[in-house]
T-cell receptor
């Protein structure tokens, strides 16, 4: 069964350091999403890509967060510098163009110390 | 402003009984609704969805009901099984160019006791 792959699964980083997460969507899924889930809350959309283009990044804290999907396939989300409040689960999801049902990866649990 | 709300943080049910999870929304632009299930340390898994042109959608043990006038939807699980124990998220989409932007509720922890 096709899955969204994410790495690493867990990441511990010190405050002010840079951190990066990687996502490989399901083959053929042109739409890719990065969500952030804080403990006790539902996921919140950070950025949405259609192929290599950003469709929505209105909730992405652009002073420290960046996302790219250079070849329209896999994607990287970066935080620099990391802050204590960035501790959360970072989820990548993908869908076929026009489909609302998104398929999620297992996520990266980030802890900033 | 919480546009999708799940007011019950947790629900406990006996195996074999019905589980009913509720969700309310405030944004009239939402026209597609989904339920996701999440186990600890894993990503959410899609369960079932419903379009605003319908009031009911059924898939095996799972049924979602939509009451547009009340801006309320519910997920029924019958019969409930211990393996259903997880966090359930309600999500909504406004369609159009925002079709993929899901707004999630806070989640309800379902515990099914054997």
């Amino acid at each position: 069964e096709a899955e969204v792959a994410q790495s690493p699964r867990y990441k511990i980083t010190e405050k002010s350091q840079a951190v990066a997460f990687w996502c490989d969507p399901i083959s053929g899924h042109a739409t890719l999403y990065w969500y952030r889930q804080i403990l006790g809350q539902g996921p919140e959309l950070l950025v949405q890509f259609q192929d290599e283009s950003v469709v929505d990044d209105s909730q992405l804290p652009k002073d420290r967060f960046s996302a790219e999907r250079l070849k329209g396939v896999d994607s990287t989300l970066k935080i620099q510098p990391a802050e204590l409040g960035d501790s959360a689960m970072y989820l990548c999801a993908s869908s076929k163009t026009g489909d609302t049902e998104a398929f999620f990866g297992q996520g990266t649990r980030l802890t900033v110390v | 402003d919480q546009q999708v709300k799940q007011n019950s943080p947790s629900l406990s049910v006996q195996e074999g009984r019905i589980s009913i999870l509720n969700c309310d929304y405030t944004n009239s632009m939402f026209d597609y609704f989904l339920w996701y299930k999440k186990y600890p340390a894993e990503g959410p898994t899609f369960l079932i969805s419903i379009s605003s042109i319908k009031d009911k959608n059924e898939d095996g043990r799972f049924t979602v009901f939509l009451n547009k006038s009340a801006k309320h939807l519910s997920l029924h699980i019958v019969p409930s099984q211990p393996g259903d124990s997880a966090v359930y998220f309600c999500a909504a989409s406004a369609g159009g160019t925002s079709y993929g932007k899901l707004t999630f509720g806070q989640g309800t922890i379902l515990t099914v006791h054997p």
